[in-house]
């Protein structure tokens, strides 16, 4: 089966612990995002790679790390200077979607992995 | 003021009901219009696209585009209890489209 896994799916941090969250696609995907999701708010956007050992910085950026060694995998440690680090981390791979318009893409999302400072 | 504003929410109905989801856009660089939908502690999967402005139909799903008055929105007739979760307008610009822009996400609650 094609398509995106993250793990854990519940994931708890000490206080000045970094923890690394996985994302793993095998859908043959050069775009990969990482995105935090807080209750009744949209997606902000943490890091984005478009292709391997290169990635940019998002919207939210400070306080998380990402790696792209490989095309499958993208990683996101989410290190101990993220002040407010309990949320629900979704992880996607973007593909073109040719033939819908202009500007079209088309996202597919992991289950999401829940993290908790406790 | 966000790029992209949906109505807050949440919304209840009844079986049966008819649903509008509406969004606003303020930037009109955006070209591509998407409705995403998520349950509850699941990711997010694609429900709807729509690029000319006027209606598009998928089953019980329309959505509307009207780029003079930079508005989308999701109809959803005859309602299931299965249609029970947030949905989500997301908007693309052509350039960088993999940047996608979320709205907040409306929650729907379809009751027996």
């Known amino acids: 089966d094609g398509g995106i896994t993250q793990s854990p799916k519940y994931l708890f941090r000490k206080e000045g612990q970094n923890v690394t969250l996985s994302c793993e696609q095998n859908l043959n995907h050069d775009a990969m995002y990482w995105y935090r999701q807080d209750p009744g708010q949209g997606l902000r956007l943490i890091y984005y790679?478009?292709?391997?050992?290169?990635?940019q910085k998002g919207d939210i950026a400070e306080g998380y790390s990402v790696s792209r060694e490989k095309k499958e995998s993208f990683p996101l440690t989410v290190t101990s200077a993220q002040k407010n680090p309990t949320a629900f981390y979704l992880c996607?791979?973007?593909?073109?979607?040719?033939?819908?318009?202009?500007?079209?893409?088309?996202?597919?999302f992991g289950q999401g992995t829940r993290l908790t400072v406790v | 003021q966000k790029e992209v504003e949906q109505d807050p929410g949440p919304l209840s109905v009844p079986e049966g009901a008819i649903v509008s989801l509406n969004c606003t856009y303020s930037?009109?660089?955006?070209?591509?219009f998407m409705w995403y939908r998520q349950y509850s502690r699941k990711g997010p999967e694609l429900l709807m696209y729509?690029?000319?402005?006027g209606n598009k139909e998928d089953g019980r799903f329309t959505a509307q585009l009207n780029r003079a008055s930079q508005y989308i929105s999701l109809l959803i007739r005859d309602s299931k209890l299965s249609d029970s979760a947030t949905y989500l307008c997301v908007v693309n610009q052509v350039t960088n489209a993999g940047k996608s822009t979320f709205g907040d996400g409306t929650t729907l609650t379809v009751k027996p």
């Open positions: 790679s478009q292709i391997v050992n290169d990635f």
């Open positions: 996607a791979s973007i593909s073109r979607a040719p033939g819908r318009g202009p500007g079209s893409t088309e996202a597919f």
């Open positions: 930037n009109s660089a955006f070209q591509y």
């Open positions: 729509t690029y000319s402005s």
